[in-house]
């Protein structure tokens, strides 16, 4: 059975990131088949928002991140964006992936 997720905190507007709680796991897809679901700034963003926030909700009991388009699940950073930014950003954009993954807390169940 499927909760309904209309007006939960974890919505985007953006379709580069579609966002959805389904029972007690939080699901993030990235949406950017055109760019084999590469990570821009812009998505990192939304990705460690959501995450984030659904850390701080006793109802989330895990995440799902995966993309969409069948092609790969996610490039890695966005090449075309890094190349427009500038050597201390970049640094800021690679730290930004790390702490992501770093800041959310993994349990393991036996």
Request: charged share 20%.
């Amino acid at each position: 059975m499927k909760r309904k997720t209309a007006g939960h905190p974890y919505q985007t507007t953006d379709p580069a990131l579609q966002v959805r709680v389904d029972q007690a796991c939080l699901w993030l897809v990235i949406n950017r088949p055109e760019a084999r679901n590469a990570l821009d700034n812009s998505t990192l963003g939304m990705i460690s928002s959501a995450l984030h926030d659904a850390a701080a909700n006793p109802a989330v009991h895990c995440a799902v991140i995966e993309g969409n388009g069948g092609v790969a699940f996610c490039a890695g950073i966005d090449l075309r964006e890094r190349r427009t930014l500038s050597v201390p950003a970049m640094g800021e954009q690679s730290r930004a992936v790390v702490d992501l993954v770093k800041r959310w807390p993994v349990h393991h169940f036996r």
